[in-house]
């Protein structure tokens, strides 16, 4: 069973080279409050996002110039998309899902293949608390889409688009809870038990989990 672990917590009895951890050369410590899997990994429940090549992220659009727009990715960087890599029309304050292509050593990011998010709203979440809110093949993402009816497209900065169609309040109410208990278990189960009540007190039919979650 998994299990929390706090910085300085030894996790490895012997020196291991693992992601959120240090060695002392004899054994292999946590370096952030973290969830330790029975596979050994660690998932960190709290941190910045770091850049990375290939990511893909959403943010929005706080500068147009000529050669291209600025994007804020809630980070303490911005992203920064040429003209010559969309052929969208962005206006300030557009909502834009796009890859990062390049990030440069301070933290400088450009970013390609954007694609705008009309409508709807932008949330912020932890992190660090995207796998879990995405799920195991997006089993959780599909699962709080198809029972609320709103799209919803998560970057890896934390920055979540929720569509206005379909019932956004309850999709909100999904992706706060996720965010609040992503270190347990049987979290997928109660997501869904969550979002069935709401529905049931809207006089909507239940409906099944998504096979995959």
């Known amino acids: 069973m998994s299990k929390i672990v706090v910085p300085g917590e030894m996790v ?5 080279r693992m992601a959120y951890t240090f060695s002392d050369g004899q054994k292999t410590y ?18 910045p996002y770091e850049p990375l090549v290939e990511d893909i992220v959403v943010g929005y659009v706080t500068d147009i110039r000529f050669t291209g727009y600025s ?4 980070t303490p960087f911005s992203g920064f998309l040429s003209s010559r890599d969309t052929r969208a029309t962005l206006s300030l304050g557009s909502i834009v899902q796009a890859r990062i292509i390049n990030v440069d050593e301070v933290r400088s990011i450009d970013l390609a293949d954007a ?10 979440i932890s992190p660090v608390k ?32 929720v569509s206005g169609m379909g019932n956004h ?8 809870m996720v965010e609040a208990q992503a270190h ?3 979290l997928t189960d109660r997501v869904a038990a969550l979002l069935n009540e709401e529905r049931a007190k809207a006089g ?5 989990m998504p096979r995959e979650a």
């Open 12 to 16: 490895a009895d012997k020196p291991q």
């Open 30 to 47: 946590a370096v952030a409050l973290s969830l330790l899997g029975d596979d050994g990994k660690l998932v960190p429940l709290e941190g």
């Open 71 to 74: 994007l804020s990715l809630g």
């Open 115 to 124: 694609r705008p998010l009309p409508g709807g709203s932008l949330e912020k």
């Open 130 to 161: 995207v796998p879990r809110l995405i799920g195991k093949r997006n089993s959780m993402i599909n699962l709080i889409s198809q029972m609320t009816g709103c799209q919803l497209v998560v970057g890896r900065n934390g920055y979540v688009y």
């Open 169 to 176: 309040s309850l999709a909100l109410k999904a992706i706060r």
């Open 184 to 186: 347990t278990t049987g």
């Open 204 to 208: 909507q039919p239940p409906m099944q």
